[in-house]
């Protein structure tokens, strides 16, 4: 049993030889799995070297979200940071953990991203 709850926010760090942030809906969750829908990021702030992004929310109450791709169901695994699922079903794909609420820095567009 895991504490992914429909509802909650997951974030993903990912790439090579750069840092991405990916966000992920939470639409169901059962006692083993997850389902996913991916979510747009949005730049909230500008930096040299880094971006601090958030996911890219709408004024719409019935889709609270700008989303971007299917929805994935993924089976949910702790490593020892707290409950987690891969972002993708290949490896190297980064795991995603529970947003906290605070922006994610990713490598700004200007240097490699």
Same mark, same amino acid.
């Given at each position: 049993?895991?504490?992914?709850?429909?509802?909650?926010?997951?974030?993903?760090?990912?790439?090579? #030889?750069?840092?991405?942030?990916?966000?992920?809906?939470?639409?169901?969750? @059962?006692?083993?799995?997850?389902?996913?829908?991916?979510?747009?990021?949005?730049?909230?702030?500008?930096?040299?070297?880094? #971006?601090?992004?958030?996911?890219?929310?709408?004024? #719409?109450?019935?889709?609270?979200?700008?989303?971007?791709?299917?929805?994935?169901?993924?089976?949910?695994?702790?490593?020892?940071?707290?409950?987690?699922?891969?972002?993708?079903?290949?490896?190297?794909?980064?795991?995603?953990?529970?947003? #906290?609420?605070?922006?994610?820095?990713? @490598?700004?567009?200007?240097?490699?991203?």
């Amino acid at each position: 049993m895991h504490t992914i709850e429909a509802g909650n926010i997951l974030y993903c760090l990912w790439g090579y #030889d750069q840092t991405n942030v990916s966000f992920y809906l939470v639409t169901r969750a @059962t006692k083993t799995t997850v389902t996913i829908q991916p979510i747009e990021s949005e730049k909230i702030e500008l930096g040299d070297y880094h #971006d601090l992004v958030v996911p890219r929310s709408s004024n #719409d109450s019935h889709a609270p979200y700008f989303f971007s791709g299917e929805p994935a169901r993924r089976k949910v695994q702790d490593y020892g940071y707290g409950p987690s699922v891969r972002r993708a079903n290949y490896s190297g794909a980064g795991n995603c953990y529970v947003w #906290d609420g605070n922006p994610k820095q990713q @490598t700004a567009s200007g240097c490699g991203h």
